[in-house]
């Protein structure tokens, strides 16, 4: 047998998707029969609402089956960019959207289209755990900036300033935050900005979570702030988390025209379009706004409910502290007193109570864990009692 040439350093070199990982592993013990409760889940536990599934059925019939233009058909680049023009006061044209295979994939694009070899993309951690991956598969360099519980998880501009070199390139920002939930105020971001744009970043502003926000918060973006914040401001969002449509794969990227005419071609290279009947399902969730409000309402119902639940639930249990935060569908419990490394933790707490849940140094803060809400209101009782007995046991 012959030696084959090695494979490439980006796939030697990538870390697999740690949350995918635990929560494919939850996923096959149920399978086997296991009574585990999941938490380690990135999505809503509800299916689509039928009005945006029965338009992308009559899509199909219809035949809509062809490949669509690289950014995204055009009611929909239209539907975008007037809810961005009109709900956000972000004046945006079709010409700068474009509709990608998910928002992952949009962040991808975001990075490829802003940085190279050499580049310096900043990264407030706790992160989501593609970001740092993405920017080293774009050949750039991650350096992360640890905002813990003490900040509410939020970078202050003092934090940034210090992290800033002449090789910095990208500023990522995520509010309403994937894995903590803490969402930025206008003021907080606002000085943010002000620091990207005195020392001219781009700013990859992953909005993905901008409607889901409890105690009447007001999502605001980056871009909302002044000219010079727009002219470097690339928004990230879809889908998925929003209209519970994580399996459809569909994001958008909403940008200055130049930076979305790049993401446009690297696109009309690397995927095509964004499947076509998919989009025309997703068309609905604008055209049939009433029926959208009232899905969405729902879930931000439950969502909210349960998030007081298990704020108040964790914060019962010796040892274990959390933070109330006000977006997304996770809290971020810092689990540090208990004196064990944070992944023995989790794993232990799957292999000996059947709870699955992402260590937080996943995310790139080791003491903490991610715990998703998006599950069910007797799963998530069942999962903290279990948790607060392992927690006992310690
Ligand atoms: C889920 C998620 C995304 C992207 O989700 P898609 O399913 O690819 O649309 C992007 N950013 C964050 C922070 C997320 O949690």
Redesign the pocket.
């Known amino acids: 047998m012959s030696t084959l040439p090695s494979l490439s350093t980006w796939a030697l070199n990538i870390a697999p998707s740690p949350t995918l990982a635990v929560d494919a592993k939850a996923k096959s013990l149920i399978a086997a029969g296991e009574d585990v409760c999941g938490f380690a889940a ?1 999505e809503p536990d509800f299916d689509t609402p039928a009005h945006i599934k029965d338009a992308a059925i009559k899509a199909l019939r219809d035949g809509k089956t062809k490949y669509a233009p690289t950014p995204g058909i055009p009611p929909l680049r239209d539907a975008i960019a007037q809810k961005y023009t009109e709900f956000y006061q972000i004046p945006t044209q079709a010409a700068q959207v474009v509709v990608s295979p ?4 949009s ?1 991808y694009l975001t990075i490829l289209a802003t940085c190279s070899a050499g580049d310096e993309v900043i990264i407030p951690a706790p992160f ?1 755990v593609s970001y740092p991956e993405m920017v080293k598969l774009a050949g750039a360099t991650p350096v992360q900036i640890l905002a813990t519980d003490a900040t509410g998880f939020k970078l202050t501009p003092a934090m940034l300033e210090a992290a800033i070199t002449p090789r910095s390139k990208l500023l990522i920002l ?1 509010s309403p935050s ?1 894995p903590t939930g803490a969402v930025y105020t206008l003021a907080e971001l606002e000085a943010l900005t002000t620091v990207a744009v005195k020392h001219n970043l781009y700013i990859m502003s ?1 909005e ?1 979570y901008e409607h889901l926000l409890y105690d009447g918060v007001k999502h605001v973006s980056p871009a909302s702030f002044s000219a010079e914040a727009r002219e470097r401001t690339i928004i990230v969002s ?1 889908f ?2 929003t209209f519970a449509m ?1 399996g459809w794969r569909l ?1 958008t990227i909403v940008a200055p025209a130049t930076i979305a005419k790049a993401v446009g071609e690297l696109q009309s290279q690397m995927t095509s379009n964004a499947t076509t009947f998919a989009q025309w399902g997703a068309l609905a969730a604008y055209t049939e706004k009433e029926k959208t409000q009232a899905a969405l309402d729902e879930m931000l119902v439950a969502f909210d409910r349960r998030r007081k639940f298990l704020h108040t639930a964790l914060n019962k249990i010796p040892g274990v502290s959390c933070v109330l935060s006000q977006g997304a569908f996770y809290l971020f419990p810092n689990i540090a007193s208990f004196g064990i490394d944070d992944l023995k933790f989790c794993e232990r707490l799957l292999a000996e109570h059947k709870v699955a849940a992402v260590h937080g140094s996943a995310f790139g803060a080791q003491g903490f864990m991610r715990i998703s809400y998006a599950t069910s209101d007797a799963i998530l009782a069942k999962g903290v009692e279990r948790l607060a007995k392992f927690c006992a046991s310690l």
């Not at 998910?102 to 994939?105: A, D, H, R, S, V």
Request: glycine share 32%; charged share 20%.
């Open positions: 990135g998910g928002g992952k994939f962040c989501w995520n994937n992953d993905i879809g998925a988390k994580t994001g």
